[in-house]
């Protein structure tokens, strides 16, 4: 599809009718839309309509037109998707940045979704506020890497439990315009939604891994305090790439919360 400023994203769309709130899939930095396929499949089985998109400069989606990236622009791309297909009131399910988008949207329309699942994600700039990752540091290595070894926009298959770290970056750098991973990362650092947490009126389930350096269990145990219908799911043994590395870990829990998050 296309969106106002003429930038094409890639869009893949599985209706169902029969009255079951849609659920959408937001990916994270250098990842794509492949990062959902078993969650999809979950969702699909229970009878959800289901929608993944590429946000622009990643996986088949075009970089932004006019080269400027921010949060407030890529809750707007939601936006328009979510017009595109005529979607109200949709399940959000968002990984890493894909989660702030999500968590985003739903503080600033609190009675236009359902329901959220957030992974591995917060409510502040890991970069600016987490002092342990030396953020400028992390931010130019990325983008420098991405700049040397991109060898063009493309997709690839983040199911395999085997993935390394390394490999999630590699591939990251490999297959997502340079200029993508430059105005994320740039766009993240302004990131801070903890005073409108309390705007979300709809159920809240995260996700964090017991190892995550990026996302701190500090944050998380107060953003659940924070948003009024919310629970937290500590996965033991498993860092910020958990969604990527073991997507049956995400849909175990989802599973056990799926009444919880349907308000049922």
């Not at 990916?27 to 969702?43: C, P, S």
């Not at 939601?78 to 297909?85: D, G, S």
């Given at each position: 599809?296309?969106?106002?400023?003429?930038?094409?994203?890639?869009?893949?769309y599985?209706?169902q009718?029969?009255?079951?709130?849609?659920?959408?899939?937001i990916?994270?930095?250098?990842?794509?839309?492949?990062?959902?396929?078993?969650?999809?499949?979950?969702?699909s089985?229970?009878?959800?309509?289901?929608?993944?998109?590429?946000?622009?400069?990643?996986?088949?989606?075009q970089?932004?037109?006019?080269?400027?990236y921010?949060?407030?622009?890529f809750?707007?791309t939601?936006?328009?998707?979510?017009?595109?297909?005529a979607?109200?009131?949709?399940?959000?399910?968002?990984?890493?940045?894909?989660?702030m988008?999500?968590l985003?949207?739903?503080?600033?329309?609190?009675?236009?979704?359902?329901?959220?699942?957030?992974v591995?994600?917060?409510?502040?700039?890991?970069?600016?506020?987490?002092?342990k990752?030396?953020?400028?540091?992390?931010?130019?290595?990325?983008?420098?890497a991405s700049?040397?070894?991109?060898?063009?926009?493309?997709?690839?298959?983040?199911?395999?439990?085997?993935?390394?770290?390394?490999?999630?970056?590699?591939?990251?750098?490999?297959?997502?315009?340079?200029?993508?991973?430059e105005?994320?990362l740039?766009?993240?650092?302004?990131?801070?939604?903890?005073?409108e947490?309390r705007?979300?009126?709809v159920?809240?389930?995260?996700?964090?891994?017991?190892?995550?350096?990026?996302?701190?269990?500090?944050w998380?145990?107060?953003?659940?305090?924070?948003?009024?219908?919310?629970?937290?799911?500590?996965?033991?043994?498993y860092?910020?790439?958990?969604?990527?590395?073991?997507?049956?870990?995400?849909?175990?829990?989802?599973?056990?919360?799926?009444s919880?998050?349907?308000?049922?």
């Open positions: 599809m296309l969106l106002g400023d003429g930038t094409e994203i890639f869009v893949t599985r209706f009718d029969n009255g079951k709130p849609p659920v959408v899939f990916h994270g930095d250098g990842q794509n839309h492949t990062v959902w396929k078993n969650l999809m499949g979950y969702f089985g229970k009878g959800h309509s289901v929608l993944c998109y590429d946000l622009p400069g990643h996986g088949l989606s970089p932004y037109k006019d080269r400027t921010s949060f407030s622009k809750v707007e939601l936006k328009q998707v979510l017009e595109e297909k979607i109200r009131k949709p399940v959000l399910v968002g990984n890493s940045s894909g989660g988008i999500a985003k949207y739903a503080s600033e329309k609190p009675c236009g979704v359902t329901c959220v699942v957030a591995s994600s917060c409510d502040v700039s890991p970069a600016k506020h987490n002092p990752l030396r953020g400028e540091e992390m931010i130019k290595k990325y983008i420098e700049k040397k070894l991109f060898q063009g926009q493309g997709l690839f298959d983040y199911g395999n439990p085997g993935l390394s770290d390394e490999d999630i970056f590699l591939s990251a750098v490999k297959n997502t315009s340079p200029e993508a991973i105005g994320n740039n766009a993240v650092e302004d990131y801070d939604i903890r005073s947490l705007n979300i009126r159920p809240v389930l995260l996700f964090r891994g017991s190892k995550d350096l990026i996302i701190t269990g500090k998380m145990k107060r953003m659940k305090e924070e948003i009024p219908f919310s629970k937290l799911i500590t996965l033991e043994g860092g910020h790439h958990v969604l990527l590395q073991n997507p049956d870990k995400i849909e175990e829990g989802i599973i056990e919360n799926y919880f998050l349907m308000q049922e």
